[in-house]
């Protein structure tokens, strides 16, 4: 027996009195409590969605070319570029790792230059020109950066490798590739749980001698 059940049962010393007092039992204190609950808990709900306020959020309008390709989009304001790209545009290349901007998985090239598109709004980027990993092949033939990844070992997992490619060829075109300390230097955004940074460090370098 526990205790609630035995405060039920303790007589009361005042008994005798017929001053109207009685003790309720364990079972009648759970149906008034029960009850209770029930009656608030329309209130509760009612107050989730306050009055004349609309769960539907505004969407915007951009216009992007990814890859070549014009995209005439409708989309949350709030939502990263990533996001679009991953899930509205279906190219899912560009990987999702930190989303804080710290990794550099996410790296892709706007208007020329490479970002990291999990910190940006798709919504702020009208007429921009995106590049992301699916679109560096021309032909069917690998993009120099590209194929020096393949022959030098620049990968192990590969989970990284969209946006070590695409930050390489960022860091290419900004002249930043002259030395392998340089490539380090102008590459360190960009990290490789597998280690594989000599790999990585050596295409670049090689793709720079090709351009």
């Known amino acids: 027996m526990n205790t609630y059940e035995q405060a039920s049962l303790t007589p009361d010393p005042e008994a005798g009195h017929d001053d109207g007092r009685r003790e309720l039992s364990r079972r009648s204190v759970l149906i008034i409590a029960g009850g209770a609950a029930s009656l608030a808990a329309p209130g509760v709900a009612a107050q989730s969605t306050p009055p004349g306020r609309s769960r539907n959020v505004s969407t915007a309008s951009v216009q992007l070319t990814v890859n070549g ?15 679009v790209l991953r899930e509205t545009l279906d190219l899912t290349g560009t990987k999702k790792g930190c989303n804080q901007g710290a990794c550099g998985a996410c790296t892709v090239l706007l208007n020329g ?7 940006t709004l798709a919504a702020m980027h009208e007429g921009a020109e995106i590049k992301t ?21 620049g990968l192990q997992c590969g989970f990284c490798t ?44 090689d793709a720079a001698k090709r351009a």
């Open 133 to 153: 990993i699916e679109g560096l092949e021309t032909n069917g033939e690998l993009h120099p950066l590209q194929a020096a990844f393949v022959e030098l070992d």
């Open 69 to 83: 390709k014009p995209h005439q989009l409708e989309v949350d304001p709030r939502r990263s570029l990533l996001d």
């Open 113 to 119: 230059r490479r970002i990291v598109s999990c910190l």
């Open 162 to 205: 969209p946006g070590q490619i695409m930050s390489g060829i960022g860091c290419i075109a900004e002249g930043h590739a002259g030395s392998p300390d340089e490539i380090r230097f102008w590459m360190s955004g960009n990290i490789c749980r597998c280690g594989a940074y000599p790999g990585i460090v050596a295409a670049v370098a």
